[in-house]
């Protein structure tokens, strides 16, 4: 059975550097859009980044535009998501995806809290 699981997440202080990992089994995802969303208390899932099968195409959210790196390593079935310049708003649970574009069927991790202290 395909899954996600994400680790890496913990609290930090403001200015700070985190980084995600998620690692995909029981299916290859090389195909797969692959992306991070997070939500925080009483706001809705926003996509943070995301980046294409090859790994050259990627998007960011405005808010983590030139503090986030999204990476990912097909041989490995990993997605990584390199978090510099932690601010207090970036406090949420971080969760993986795994969007297949010719099925257009989403996995989902279980998800990681963030918690960034000011």
């Known amino acids: 059975q395909a899954q996600l699981v994400e680790s890496g997440g913990g609290l930090v202080q403001a200015g700070g550097s985190l980084r995600l990992s998620c690692a995909a089994s029981?299916?290859?995802?090389?195909?797969?859009?692959m992306g991070w969303f997070r939500q925080a208390p009483g706001k809705e899932r926003e996509l943070v980044a995301s980046i294409n099968w090859s790994g050259a195409g990627t998007r960011y959210a405005e808010s983590v535009k030139g503090r986030f790196t999204i990476s990912r390593d097909n041989a490995k079935n990993t997605v990584d998501l390199q978090m510099n310049g932690l601010k207090p708003e970036d406090t949420a649970v971080y969760t993986c995806?795994?969007?297949?574009?010719?099925?257009?069927?989403?996995?989902w991790g279980q998800g990681t809290q963030v918690t960034v202290s000011s």
């Open positions: 029981g299916r290859t995802f090389s195909s797969y859009r």
């Open positions: 995806n795994a969007h297949g574009l010719i099925t257009q069927y989403d996995y």
